[in-house]
């Protein structure tokens, strides 16, 4: 992260008088206002406050507030000042004085709704002092400066104390509301009424904000712009657009989506999608040639201040906005929302796109039913006369179908030929199998940055995969260690609690604490699982999967204990391990002996085996038991792709969060052994 300085030539141009006392690597608000500095940018601002809104939570686990803040180079102009919006916790939140003065430092410039303004990051700094505490320059306003909010925020310096002061006492301070006003101000920002609505809640004659998908480019009308969106909910008020058949209806029973009624004259062309989920919006004025310029099919947008009512028709909702000519007018209310910054999206946005993504799955899924059936129907000659008649839309749907066929009856035979263990259960048979080579392949993504099209590696991707595996090892080394206690806590009642994390262990380090208390008994183990198809070996053919204490009850069958306590659960477990990886727990316990007798001997200083027999010394030598060769069948099994935190001392590779790197994590889940 950069933050912007402004070149010499540019202080030199630009309010040369007002700026030459800025404190170095400061920038001027008139410089953000007018988008001298690239939006995108970090910058560091000083100004007054003259408006703030209290704190509310937001969607997520933080907070938002705003400061409106100004500096000498707008203070001829009262009605002007800088919005600085604050995303942080509660307790984080500065909550100022009208005059008070605020130093911010790398704050994200940002062009909201035609309007230009700051945005706080997870790393900008924001100081306060307190007015009414500054002393007359050239004394230093160190005493004035209110006590940090956040622990790791490093105090400004020298300098910064002595242009607070200067700043102070000789800005114009007219634009700045006495203190009853502000108070007043600020208790009415906490009246705000949320506004948002899902468009399966809108209803006549209300007036709302929501965040919706451009389902079809607009259409200019004559000073008005029509645009068709959805948030992919449902509402029975909206207008019906239906798929593929022979004739109108309703809607029926287990058919949601509308795909087996007619579509009528007013649904030609529609591309989805289908069923009650799409209403029509009217924009006028400035909004209507916004979106006539700016919008298009796809765009995710969110629209304010969004009337809904009735339309001609008087069956079907529609929506209308207008140009707010009131004195709460707040200027363009249609904002394009980008997708490409996935710390930045609103979640509910993220929820719309959720749902986007679940509707056109089971969309696909009723369209190839669909085709199924039809294809299914008749025989013979009646059949041969359909095909064709069938459109070319039908035709490739029809192929694509058999195509599907033949690569799972391929798929099928493949796995035949590998003699698969069919003690070995798992989920989702119908998915593709996919070769350990690819599974464990870097996933390339390609984004734009700064107008440049760059290819990154992700270092992890959340996904799930079926495979045809071996197993040629495990760990822990012994089976007595794959079950591993915990302290039983109150938290274990939360849905959302996945036990104690090792930070948690560490506080209790040196103590007995976590050795008192009731135990609750876990599996914990992880399988080197190979590639069983000899055609799709590759350098990269192995991964260790790890299987937590729910899989691990699904595959075993068996609850964890004890197991250095009971015996008998021991071999019921090795028992059961058997028929997954058959003798390979022989072998790792030959291979386990032979290092141990290897180490044995370098330490004694022995020969080799297979070196000359050294003279008997009246030891006699123990026989050499023959090596066993490892014996088991690979099996179909289900494994999912993750990512975890975990510590990094190197600033370069920590890409999750201060002193932390993601690093991907592959776990088996869905397969069970069924003796």
Not at 354 to 361: A, F, G, L, Q
Not at 380 to 388: I, L, P, T, V
Not at 462 to 476: G, I, M, Q, W
Not at 494 to 515: A, F, K, M, Q
């Amino acid at each position: 992260m950069t933050t912007w300085k402004p070149s010499s030539s540019a202080a030199r141009s630009r309010n040369s008088n007002r700026q030459r006392n800025l404190p170095s690597g400061y920038v001027s608000i008139l410089d953000v206002l007018e988008e001298s500095i690239p939006v995108g940018r970090f910058v560091n601002v000083i100004g007054l406050v003259k408006d703030r809104r209290a704190p509310m939570q937001t969607n997520r686990t933080d907070w938002k507030s705003a400061l409106t803040i100004y500096d000498k180079s707008i203070e001829d102009d009262p009605d002007r000042g800088l919005l600085l919006n604050i995303f942080r916790a509660q307790s984080e939140m500065p909550e100022p004085d009208a005059g008070d003065i605020v130093v911010v430092v790398a704050a994200k410039i940002q062009s909201y709704r035609g309007e230009v303004s700051l945005i706080t990051h997870r790393s900008t700094v924001i100081h306060v002092y307190s007015a009414n505490k500054i002393p007359q320059p050239p004394k230093s306003a160190k005493q004035a400066l209110q006590a940090p909010l956040r622990a790791a925020d490093r105090p400004p310096g020298d300098e910064i104390h002595e242009y607070v002061s200067r700043l102070h006492h000789s800005i114009d301070k007219n634009a700045v509301p006495d203190a009853a006003d502000f108070s007043m101000q600020v208790e009415q920002s906490r009246n705000y009424k949320e506004k948002f609505r899902l468009l399966s809640d809108v209803g006549d004659s209300q007036f709302c904000d929501v965040i919706v998908n451009v389902v079809r480019d607009p259409f200019d009308q004559m000073g008005t712009t029509t645009l068709w969106v959805s948030d992919f909910t449902e509402n029975e008020h909206f207008y019906k657009f239906s798929w593929n058949s022979t004739e109108i209806s309703d809607g029926q029973d287990g058919d949601p989506y509308g795909y087996t009624t007619m579509k009528s004259a007013v649904s030609n062309n529609w591309a989805g999608p289908y069923g009650k989920r799409s209403m029509q919006v009217t924009c006028f004025g400035m909004h209507a040639e916004f979106v006539n310029q700016e919008v298009k099919a796809g765009n995710w947008i969110q629209l304010r201040n969004l009337h809904v009512r009735y339309g001609r028709n008087g069956n079907n909702l529609e929506g209308f906005l207008r140009e707010d000519r009131t004195a709460y007018y707040s200027g363009l209310q249609v904002n394009i929302l980008a997708t490409d910054d996935p710390d930045n999206v609103d979640d509910r946005l993220k929820a719309a796109i959720r749902r986007k993504r679940d509707y056109e799955k089971i969309k696909k899924k009723q369209q190839k039913n669909f085709v199924a059936n039809e294809s299914g129907k008749g025989g013979g000659k009646r059949k041969a006369e359909d095909q064709g008649k069938l459109n070319s839309k039908t035709r490739r749907a029809n192929e694509r179908a058999k195509i599907y066929k033949d690569v799972e009856e391929q798929e099928r035979e493949n796995e035949a030929k590998l003699g698969l263990n069919e003690l070995i259960k798992c989920e989702n048979l119908g998915q593709p199998v996919f070769a350990v080579c690819s599974i464990v392949e870097p996933i390339p993504w390609t984004t734009t940055v700064n107008g440049q099209e760059v290819t990154l590696v992700l270092p992890f991707t959340c996904a799930k995969y079926r495979a045809n595996v071996r197993v040629v090892d495990f760990r822990p080394h012994k089976l007595v260690d794959f079950a591993t206690w915990r302290k039983i806590t109150e938290y274990d009642v939360l849905s959302d609690h996945g036990g104690c994390s090792d930070s948690e262990l560490d506080d209790d380090e040196g103590t007995l604490t976590r050795y008192t208390g009731e135990k609750l008994w876990e599996w914990r183990f992880a399988l080197l699982l190979e590639e069983a198809n000899p055609k799709r070996k590759g350098e990269c053919n192995r991964l260790w999967a790890v299987v937590d204490n729910t899989e691990a009850q699904l595959l075993l069958g068996l609850d964890a204990l004890d197991l250095r306590a009971n015996p008998d659960d021991l071999d019921k477990l090795r028992e059961r391990l058997s028929y997954l990886w058959g003798n390979l727990e022989e072998c790792k316990q030959q291979e386990l002996q032979r290092q141990a007798t290897d180490k044995q001997r370098i330490t004694t200083r022995q020969p080799p085996p297979s070196s000359p027999p050294r003279p008997p010394t009246g030891h006699q030598a123990q026989p050499e038991k023959a090596e066993l060769t490892m014996s088991n069948k690979p099996f179909t099994c289900c494994i999912r792709q993750y990512g975890i935190e975990v510590p990094e001392k190197d600033p370069k590779k920590a890409n999750a969060s201060k002193g932390k790197r993601w690093e991907r994590i592959f776990g088996l889940f869905g397969t069970k052994i069924s003796p």
